[in-house]
């Protein structure tokens, strides 16, 4: 199984980027899909999750109204756009799979990591 990000950059406070997470040798539709994130000194924490059909979704409350989860289950791709970015945003950004027996979305026990992809915002 391979997640393989792409998307991270820097930018200044106020801007946008979008995370990609292409997902191969796995059957992707049948696994739950999140973003999490790590900055120095801090713990690992899912930022946003989404469902195996994408109907449901989930965010930390530091980035809601702010970054919008999504996935193409047809390219096997999860996609994270971040608006109005902080500095606090600043981190390294991890896609995840986990399998799902239902149409749930998880913010934990993650299956699969991807390797990271650093967003820079800064102020």
């Known amino acids: 199984v391979q997640l393989q990000a792409s998307g991270g950059g820097s930018v200044q406070a106020g801007g946008s980027l979008r995370l990609s997470c292409a997902a191969s040798?796995?059957?992707?539709?049948?696994?739950?899909m999140g973003w999490f994130r790590q900055s120095p000194g801090k713990e690992r924490e899912c930022v946003a999750a989404i469902s195996r059909s994408g109907g449901r979704t989930y965010y930390a409350d530091s980035v809601k109204g702010r970054f919008t989860i999504s996935r193409d289950n047809a390219k096997n791709t999860v996609y994270l756009q971040m608006n109005s970015l902080k500095p606090e945003d600043t981190a390294v950004y991890y896609c995840?799979?986990?399998?799902?027996?239902?149409?749930?979305?998880?913010?934990?026990?993650?299956?699969?990591w991807g390797k990271g992809t650093l967003v820079t915002v800064s102020s």
């Open positions: 040798g796995l059957l992707f539709s049948t696994f739950a």
């Open positions: 995840a799979a986990r399998r799902a027996i239902n149409d749930n979305v998880y913010s934990s026990s993650v299956d699969y």
